[in-house]
């Protein structure tokens, strides 16, 4: 299994710019989130969403949009992009982030590191 | 709202020695623990889960106990190797979300 996938793993992008990071799971798993860390900081919960067609905010979403037409895919779009975005940016996945049944162990994609000049 | 601390920031100790780190929340009404370890530049990998109904869970070297009642957990390493050195958070549910502490930055020197 691919688990979480997160793609471009690197991208510079100029002031004002707009990009979306892609991120896929094959697990099946119904919730999905985003997270940044920037330098030295712990992860900070952009996005997040319970299923197909449900989103919500976390704690930073200003200047960023989610979408999730489907289980596997959770794309984060970035509007206007500013250096305060400059960041690594993580897409997880669990089954079901309650109780739940067996084991529900986050999963993390590898990361995409962003840098806005 | 569930708040997560881990305790030290940092840790440096020479190879070979047993380690304990510290988790902390502040609302014991958690349905699990995990411990994740996150080498420099690269994303979590999932190291242990333990379960409300769970006291202890090892794997290896790691051993992560639970006690729900006073809000712990800790992380033992036994006889750490400089292939543990990275940063080790803990997360626990809140909500439909998980909450992570800052993580303890380990250095294991040879």
């Known amino acids: 299994n691919a688990g979480v996938t997160q793609t471009p793993k690197f991208r510079i992008l100029k002031i004002g710019q707009s990009m979306t990071l892609q991120c896929t799971q094959d697990?099946?798993?119904?919730?999905m989130y985003w997270y940044r860390q920037d330098p030295g900081m712990g992860l900070k919960l952009i996005y997040y969403s319970v299923g197909a067609g449900i989103t919500d905010k976390g704690e930073v979403p200003n200047g960023y949009n989610v979408s999730r037409s489907t289980t596997e895919d959770f794309p984060l779009r970035l509007e206007l992009a500013a250096p305060s975005q400059t960041s690594v940016y993580f897409c997880?996945?669990?089954?079901?982030?309650?109780?739940?049944?067996?084991?529900?162990?986050?999963?993390f994609g590898a990361g995409s590191r962003l840098t806005v000049l | 709202k569930q708040e997560v601390t881990q305790i030290p920031a940092a840790l440096s100790v020479p190879e070979g020695e047993n380690l304990v780190l510290n988790c902390s929340f502040t609302?014991?009404?958690?349905?699990?623990l995990q411990w994740f370890r996150q080498d420099p530049g690269k994303g979590l990998t999932s190291l242990l889960l333990i379960q409300s109904s769970q006291r202890e869970q090892t794997s290896g070297r790691l051993n992560a106990s639970l006690d729900k009642s006073s809000g712990r957990s800790t992380l033992y390493i036994a006889a750490s190797q400089p292939g543990d050195s990275a940063t080790y958070l803990c997360?626990?549910?809140?909500?439909?979300?998980?909450?992570f502490g800052t993580g303890t930055r380990l250095l294991v020197s040879p």
């Open positions: 997360a626990v549910p809140g909500g439909q979300k998980l909450v």
């Open positions: 697990m099946n798993h119904n919730y």
């Open positions: 609302d014991s009404a958690i349905y699990n």
């Open positions: 997880a996945s669990i089954r079901q982030a309650g109780q739940g049944l067996g084991a529900n162990v986050l999963t």
